[in-house]
């Protein structure tokens, strides 16, 4: 933005009132306010030839590899106004690494791309009001301490007077004697053998 010779005499005057609050004349007034005013379009003007820009570097991105010449051209414009490379710029700049020109600007976007992503994780952090402490790495090598074991304590449903099961009835498992031999395979029983044929006939 530039000024002419008039307006640089008023900014002047503008800001040696701001220092030394002086009663102004209406004349003075009006040449603020008119500054002021060419200072806003001056602005608006900016942002419209900002938008036409971005516009046909979309334009000339959507039409490459044919439009390089002119698509790095006009990305160069953009990042010298202020322009963060997006997505698509990235990748189209990989996707044309082989030329030396757009290498380069490959490398210029990628340091831009990773400065604003920290700058809005700064901004982020900053309004969210995170202030917890990072967890502390553990060193190699080093030794964790054994986890403690957790304990049984009296209390619990027995000791708010609910009542205990019935205990098992008969001798515990370990005092039951051990069956003999003879009892768990009791002796088989000899066969015993027909009478002769002369007693089953005179019977």
Same mark, same amino acid.
């Not at 969210?128 to 790495?137: E, F, L, V």
């Given at each position: ?25 209406? /004349? ?8 002021? /005013?060419?200072?806003? /379009?001056?602005? *608006? ?101 054994? %986890?403690? %074991? ?38 088989? *029983? ?9 007693? *089953?006939?005179?019977?």
């Amino acid at each position: 933005m530039a000024f002419s010779a008039d307006e640089l005499r008023v900014l002047r005057g503008a800001l040696a009132i701001a220092l030394h609050p002086a009663p102004l004349q209406d /004349e003075d007034v009006q040449d603020c306010l008119r500054l002021a /005013e060419s200072v806003d /379009e001056a602005v *608006r003007e900016a942002g419209r030839l900002r938008a036409f820009l971005l516009d046909d570097l979309a334009r000339y991105r959507e039409a490459l590899p044919g439009s390089l010449a002119g698509y790095l051209g006009l990305l160069r414009d953009a990042l010298t106004a202020g322009y963060d490379p997006g997505v698509d710029d990235l990748a189209a700049l990989r996707a044309l690494r082989a030329n030396p020109a757009a290498a380069e600007l490959l490398a210029r976007c990628q340091i831009l791309a990773e400065r604003s992503v920290r700058a809005r994780l700064a901004r982020v952090s900053q309004a969210t009001g995170s202030t917890a402490p990072a967890a502390a790495p553990v060193a190699a090598g080093a030794v964790l301490a054994p %986890r403690a %074991r957790l304990l049984a304590l009296p209390g619990g449903r027995a000791a708010a007077g609910e009542p205990k099961p019935n205990p098992p009835s008969g001798p515990p498992p370990g005092d039951r004697p051990v069956p003999k031999p003879s009892e768990v395979f009791p002796p088989r *029983r000899r066969p015993v053998p027909p009478p002769p044929p002369e007693e *089953r006939v005179a019977g």
